[in-house]
C-alpha cells in the first residue's frame, strides 16, 4: 500500500509543478532587449553618487556617515583669518569602493542635497583612475561630468588623470 500512495503523492506533485509551468507560459515575458531598450529604474534607486559643489557647505558628514570612506572632502580656508569657510576645496569620491547605500544622501544637511544617488545604471570602467571622481575649483572634473541641461553624461572638455588631480591637493 505504501509503494501506491508514493506513486500518487509524486504524481499529484508533478501536476501541480506542470500547472504553474503551464499558467506562467501564456504570460507576456518581461525581456528587455538592453542596448536599444532600457528599463527605467524606480524612483529609490541608488545609482551613480553625484556631488553639486554650488550647494555643499563642507560639513564633512557625508564622509563621516559613509562606512566604506569612500567620501574624501576638505574645506576651504579664508587666505587672511585663516578660518574654515563653508565651500569645499576639493571633494573626490571613488566609486570603486562605495556600496551605494545612500547614508552620505542622508547625512547631507543642505536643501537640496549637495550629494545624491542618481538613476544611472551603466558604471561600467576601463581603468581603475576611471572610478575616482575628483573636483577641485579650476581644474576640470576627472571621469564622466553629469550635465544638467543636456540630462546625460559626457566626457570633459580637457581630461585630466585622478593622479595628477590629487598631486596638485
Not at 64 to 91: D, F, G, M, N
Not at 103 to 131: I, N
Request: hydrophobic share 40%.
Amino acid at each position: 500500500m505504501g509503494y501506491f500512495k508514493e506513486v500518487s503523492s509524486a504524481s499529484w506533485a508533478f501536476c501541480e509543478g506542470l500547472w504553474i509551468t503551464l499558467r506562467y507560459l501564456f504570460k507576456p515575458s518581461v525581456t528587455v532587449q538592453y542596448p536599444t531598450e532600457k528599463l527605467v529604474p524606480y524612483e529609490r534607486f541608488r545609482g551613480l553618487l553625484l556631488f553639486d559643489a554650488a550647494t555643499c557647505i563642507a560639513c564633512g558628514l557625508c564622509a563621516k556617515a559613509c562606512p566604506s570612506a569612500c567620501i574624501a572632502l576638505e574645506a576651504q580656508t579664508h587666505p587672511e583669518t585663516k578660518k574654515r569657510v563653508p565651500k569645499a576645496e576639493w571633494y573626490s569620491l571613488d566609486l570603486g569602493k562605495c556600496n551605494f547605500c545612500g547614508l552620505c544622501q542622508e547625512a547631507c544637511p543642505t536643501k537640496p542635497k549637495s550629494v545624491w544617488h542618481s538613476l544611472d545604471y551603466e558604471l561600467a570602467f576601463s581603468t581603475r583612475d576611471d572610478m575616482v571622481r575628483c573636483w577641485k575649483p579650476g581644474f576640470p572634473l576627472a571621469g564622466r561630468v553629469w550635465d544638467p541641461v543636456q540630462k546625460a553624461f559626457r566626457d570633459p572638455e580637457s581630461h585630466i588623470s585622478v593622479r595628477e588631480v590629487q598631486a596638485r591637493i
